[in-house]
């Protein structure tokens, strides 16, 4: 299974200079919680919740493309969703968290810039 998703059409979220380089930020799109973060002039989107235990994505830390997650330190490539460290616990707690919730991708979702607007294809 694919952790792109499948457009079926594309929603503005925001203005281009809604974000600044380094920059993101959460917005709902129908019933999902987007992050949407520019870097190097670039914009990416993903579920907002991390797929580890729902840590809300936006409030973490962001360097280049990769995105971690405040609650546990979980990271993501926000480039391709793939998962970089699924959280920074030690010993048991981290075989007891790949036992239980096994890493998971990030949810991404393709990104176009048309005029001044962000879209985001859901």
């Given amino acids: 299974m694919s952790n792109v998703t499948a ?10 200079n809604d974000l600044q380089n380094g920059m993101m930020k959460s917005f709902r799109v129908e019933n999902r919680e987007i992050l949407v973060a520019k870097v190097n002039g670039k914009c990416y989107a993903a579920d907002n919740k991390c797929p580890h235990l729902g840590g809300n994505l936006s409030l973490g830390k962001l360097e280049g493309t990769v995105v971690t997650c405040p609650r546990h330190g979980s990271k993501f490539d926000l480039s391709d969703g793939r998962v970089l460290r699924w959280t920074t616990w030690t010993g048991l707690k981290i075989w007891a968290a790949r036992v239980f919730r096994p890493p998971r991708p990030l949810r991404i ?3 176009k810039v048309e005029g001044d607007n962000i879209l985001v294809g859901i």
């Fill in 109 to 111: 979702y393709p990104v």
């Fill in 7 to 16: 457009v079926k059409r594309f929603e503005a979220v925001a203005k281009v």
